[in-house]
């Protein structure tokens, strides 16, 4: 028994929103040749994966440090097929510190646990790049004491 060919992708080619490659991937789609790669922001962030396309294709990323995947990535341009990226939405842990001391104190753990995170306001959110849970077990000391509280819960 033979194992199935790996698709080595090294390259990244330009943005599939662009001028001629827009074009090209548009008809490609058309054609029902567009092969989709969804990947986490997290995996983005990655230069070396293994992933299947939305078509089966089995594909061994492996790209240099200066490049990034972002959304619209093309991966692979031929004649009669294309890979491109689509990035997943990112879902966000909402959370809203008692006062500056708690903001503070939470600031720097999540920063310790290097997660991502963004500002709306007076909220933390904190990118989920795993299961939700895992978050909330490591924030729970934080819940309990009432330092700080979900933003959903108001």
Same mark, same amino acid.
Request: proline share 1%.
């Given at each position: *028994?033979?194992?199935? $060919?790996?698709?080595?992708?090294?390259?990244?080619?330009?943005?599939?929103?662009?001028?001629? *490659?827009?074009?090209?991937?548009?008809?490609?789609?058309?054609?029902?040749?567009?092969?989709?790669?969804?990947?986490?922001?997290?995996?983005?962030?990655?230069?070396?994966?293994?992933?299947?396309?939305?078509?089966?294709?089995?594909?061994?990323?492996?790209?240099?440090?200066?490049?990034?995947?972002?959304?619209?990535?093309?991966?692979?341009?031929?004649?009669?097929?294309?890979?491109?990226?689509?990035?997943?939405?990112?879902?966000?842990?909402?959370?809203?510190?008692?006062?500056?001391?708690?903001?503070?104190?939470?600031?720097?753990?999540?920063?310790?646990?290097?997660?991502?995170?963004?500002? $709306?306001?007076? =909220?933390?959110? =904190?990118?989920?790049?795993?299961?939700?849970?895992?978050?909330?077990?490591?924030?729970?000391?934080?819940?309990?004491?009432?330092? $700080?509280?979900?933003?959903?819960?108001?």
């Amino acid at each position: *028994m033979y194992a199935a $060919a790996v698709l080595h992708l090294n390259h990244i080619l330009g943005n599939a929103s662009g001028g001629e *490659m827009a074009e090209k991937i548009h008809r490609l789609s058309h054609a029902g040749s567009l092969e989709k790669i969804e990947l986490s922001a997290a995996d983005t962030a990655r230069k070396r994966l293994r992933v299947t396309t939305d078509k089966g294709t089995d594909c061994a990323i492996a790209l240099n440090r200066e490049l990034s995947l972002e959304n619209g990535s093309v991966l692979l341009l031929e004649d009669e097929r294309a890979i491109v990226v689509r990035m997943l939405e990112t879902e966000w842990l909402r959370i809203v510190p008692a006062d500056q001391a708690a903001a503070l104190e939470l600031g720097y753990f999540v920063g310790n646990l290097h997660w991502r995170v963004r500002f $709306a306001s007076e =909220i933390l959110e =904190i990118a989920l790049d795993g299961p939700e849970q895992n978050y909330l077990d490591r924030l729970a000391a934080h819940f309990a004491d009432g330092r $700080a509280r979900r933003a959903d819960d108001e």
